[in-house]
């Protein structure tokens, strides 16, 4: 009998695949969900009023100024 006679699946992958047989549109509802937070392009003004408003660190942040 060979050594690997049936190939292992993990414990996580049966669960996923499972879980994706019971609820087919799983991955188009995480590409959505996706989309809302991450998937979108930078607002431009906001990171130039983020730049510009940066304070420089001294440095060395933890000796008091004289």
């Not at 879980?19 to 809302?36: D, I, V, Y």
């Not at 991450?38 to 304070?55: G, L």
């Amino acid at each position: 009998m060979p050594l690997f006679w049936k190939p292992y699946k993990s414990e996580v992958t049966t669960f996923i695949e499972e879980l994706k047989a019971k609820k087919p549109t799983l991955e188009a509802e995480q590409r959505a969900g996706r989309a809302l937070l991450w998937d979108r392009e930078p607002e431009r003004e906001r990171q130039a009023e983020w730049s510009e408003a940066r304070v420089a660190q001294q440095p060395y942040v933890y000796q008091t100024k004289r």
